[in-house]
């Protein structure tokens, strides 16, 4: 089981504070730095300083580490024009040297579109679908040939399609818990599937739902890896566990009922019923971006039980 620290930096966060979150990832031997592709702050904070780009975070940490993967859980296909993504996506994965990975997803925070003047469109899904098409097209397209799309939203004419990234294929994630045309846009396009904050069961029916689609399209079932996103609130006693959950505004029952938390005994044992279903990695959410002890804990006794 990979476990990959993924952050939520809009309800506040500095760049240098990313920088140390992702340099403790690294060295405490986590799979993977991830960030959420999001311009406000949700919930009853006032996400200062505010907002930082997820692209333009992940361009600085590629050159500020040098082993774990770095990705976004999901960046808003509205947020970007495909092209443009494609190019920036191929340049961080250059500049990190081959360790980025993309989540794309249709993107649904209306208030944040309203906040900062980008629209919102009502047929997000199916802009998705050409964004993935026009994304994974570019990167495929050999040196020296140039790439077409001509789609209901994006039209590319003559496209270079350059520049092309360091890794032979940047892995593609899709997720959420749509019954049908997600797990069929993952077996289309994707390398993992994700599924965000859900039950083992829950998890387990989608998970099957995405294999099946997979078989499908003329894939192995087992061709994606399957992963969860999951929050994580770990303390060495009962008082610890407490206290990181008031640090977040949340209660322990509800975090132990939705997530992974309480003992690190607790959390392993968790953790084992989802690998139990099929899920590969799991992506911790990390809410108190300040506390790396939270994050020593993990690594020395949740994660060293799961190698």
């Not at 009922?257 to 690190?264: C, K, Q, R």
Request: net charge negative.
């Amino acid at each position: 089981m990979d476990l990959r620290i993924f952050t939520e930096p809009q309800q506040g966060a500095t760049y240098d504070t990313l920088l140390a979150v992702a340099k403790a990832t690294e060295d405490l031997g986590f799979d993977a730095f991830f960030r959420s592709d999001h311009y406000l702050h949700m919930g009853d904070v006032d996400g200062l300083p505010g907002p930082t780009d997820a692209w333009i975070t992940l361009a600085g940490l590629a050159r500020e580490t040098r082993r774990i993967r770095l990705g976004t859980l999901m960046t808003a296909a509205t947020f970007r024009l495909p092209g443009v993504l494609a190019v920036q996506v191929a340049q961080v994965d250059r500049m990190s040297g081959g360790r980025v990975e993309l989540g794309l997803g249709a993107g649904w925070f209306e208030a944040e579109h309203r906040a900062y003047g980008i629209p919102f469109p009502q047929d997000k899904f199916d802009r998705l679908e050409e964004q993935l098409a026009i994304v994974t097209g570019l990167w495929a397209t050999e040196a020296g040939k140039t790439f077409d799309f001509h789609g209901r939203h994006y039209e590319l004419v003559d496209s270079p399609a350059l520049p092309k990234p360091a890794q032979a294929k940047i892995p593609v994630l899709v997720g959420g818990h749509g019954p049908t045309r997600t797990p069929r846009l993952a077996a289309q396009y994707a390398d993992e599937f994700n599924i965000p904050f859900a039950s083992v069961e829950d998890s387990e029916r989608q998970f099957g739902r995405v294999r099946a689609a997979a078989e499908a399209a003329g894939r192995g079932a087992d061709d994606l890896i399957c992963s969860n996103a999951l929050v994580v609130c770990v303390g060495r006693d009962d008082a610890e566990v407490a206290r990181r959950a008031a640090a977040i505004g949340r209660e322990v029952d509800e975090l132990k009922a939705n997530g992974l938390a309480g003992s690190p005994a607790e959390v392993v044992d968790k953790i084992g019923r989802y690998a139990g279903i099929g899920s590969r990695r799991i992506y911790l959410q990390i809410l108190d971006l300040t506390d790396l002890d939270h994050l020593e804990l993990i690594s020395s006794q949740v994660q060293s039980q799961l190698s």
